[in-house]
């Protein structure tokens, strides 16, 4: 028995070499050819032989700028299977900013529809720029017609980035990075927006930065049925993410969606802000931005952090070029830390009025907001103005913090600051 096994193990070997030799290696599948009017292609982990497809983002990219052109005549769809696929999409974007550079060639393309598996199994990777080292996952300058569908674009730095002009439509899309989305460097200077973007059920989802969750300082964004959200999680001590930045020649439009901070996990906040108009990045005058706000919610909730405050709506205080905010029928809910302010909207150019729901006692404690904005009916008062307790009467509070230095609400009723009693408060 010992003497046959170790002539097995002797022979095994011998044999396993020649068998070796004698069968050619086998080849690995390589992706079919791809027609040059091809209407529609596939970005596979794997194509094993298959046609018109493709295992690499730069091999589908490289044949759509190089060979296939798209046209509003002749559009392309790109079918995305599950997984990861690194490198990131990028659309005429060279040297990245270091426009005396171009280590890459640009690749531009029109009228592309890149449609995914859905956002939880198809991911686009990340791409990185070796000058400058920021990532992204889905980068543009001046590509027009863009779709993107049913994937995730997780980029480092930032989900989505765009520049220049262009134009875009998004359905289904989860982008995170430490800015989710961001659009600036509209060229020659003050002439409005220079993209136009539609957003639809999606969700963008800033990770690890306080620079704003969907910064818009170029384009014209119109935001649908959506989730715009700045996580607070391990973020530097004092910060005070924002869920939407508008500045510049940026225009945000949003309706039905929600704005939120999550400031879950935090303890060292120190703020939460819902949306910033006016405030830009990139060394512009201080202002520009509008934004339209309508039956959507802003959540500010930095609870954990002791201090945090809480604020719905920042405009810069000191804009030098015209700002605009309007959010009739926008709802707030502003959770501060404890000992913290809720501001639910400071500074001036803002359209919000706002009624907080009627009950015994103020909104929020430590509140403040602009003048005529905010309402609320207390409903707990006394004929004389003692809002304390001391009755039934419905007053109707109205914010004035020039006329009611004290306390800041006005009671529509008495005709005098809340809880100043008559008729000493006439006199």
């Given at each position: 028995m010992k003497r046959s096994l170790a002539r097995f193990l002797i022979a095994a070997p011998i044999a396993l070499a020649l068998f070796s030799l004698a069968s050619p290696p086998q080849a690995l599948a390589q992706p079919g050819p791809t027609a040059p009017d091809a209407q529609t292609v596939k970005l596979l982990l794997d194509c094993n032989s298959a046609a018109n497809c493709f295992e690499s983002t730069t091999a589908l990219t490289d044949w759509i700028s190089g060979t296939r052109h798209p046209s509003a005549a002749a559009p392309l769809l790109v079918e995305i299977g599950p997984g990861e696929f690194p490198g990131g999409l990028t659309c005429g974007l060279g040297g990245f900013m270091l426009f005396q550079f171009q280590p890459l060639p640009a690749k531009r393309f029109d009228y592309v529809t890149f449609r995914g598996a859905g956002p939880d199994v198809t991911r686009i990777g990340v791409h990185e720029d070796v000058w400058v080292g920021d990532t992204w996952?889905?980068?543009?300058?001046?590509?027009?017609?863009?779709?993107?569908?049913?994937?995730?674009?997780?980029?480092?730095?930032?989900?989505?980035?765009?520049?220049?002009?262009?134009?875009?439509?998004?359905?289904?899309?989860?982008?995170?990075?430490?800015?989710?989305?961001y659009d600036f460097l509209c060229p020659g200077g003050s002439q409005g927006p220079q993209q136009k973007h539609y957003v639809f059920s999606s969700r963008f989802e800033s990770r690890g930065g306080n620079q704003g969750a969907y910064v818009a300082e170029c384009g014209e964004n119109w935001i649908y049925g959506s989730d715009i959200v700045a996580v607070g999680a391990n973020l530097p001590a004092g910060s005070s993410p924002a869920a939407v930045v508008v500045a510049d020649q940026g225009d945000v439009r949003v309706f039905g969606s929600t704005l939120r901070v999550d400031g879950s996990g935090a303890t060292n906040l120190g703020g939460g802000i819902g949306v910033k108009v006016g405030f830009p990045f990139n060394g512009q005058a201080p202002g520009g931005g509008t934004l339209h706000l309508h039956g959507s919610i802003v959540n500010v909730s930095v609870a954990g952090s002791a201090g945090a405050d809480a604020t719905g709506l920042l405009m810069h205080p000191n804009a030098s070029v015209p700002m605009m905010a309007h959010t009739a029928e926008a709802a707030f809910n502003l959770n501060a830390g404890s000992g913290g302010d809720v501001r639910r909207v400071s500074g001036p150019d803002a359209e919000s009025p706002f009624q907080w729901p009627a009950g015994t006692d103020l909104p929020r404690p430590n509140f403040s907001s602009e003048d005529g904005q905010d309402t609320y009916i207390e409903t707990d008062c006394a004929s004389n103005g003692n809002c304390n307790g001391a009755g039934t009467e419905t007053h109707l509070m109205i914010y004035n913090e020039a006329r009611c230095a004290t306390s800041k609400w006005f009671d529509s009723t008495t005709g005098c600051c809340r809880n100043e009693l008559l008729p000493a408060c006439k006199q």
């Open positions: 996952a889905i980068g543009a300058d001046g590509c027009n017609q863009l779709n993107f569908e049913a994937l995730t674009a997780d980029g480092g730095t930032y989900g989505v980035f765009w520049q220049g002009t262009g134009s875009s439509r998004w359905l289904d899309v989860d982008a995170f990075g430490q800015v989710a989305w």
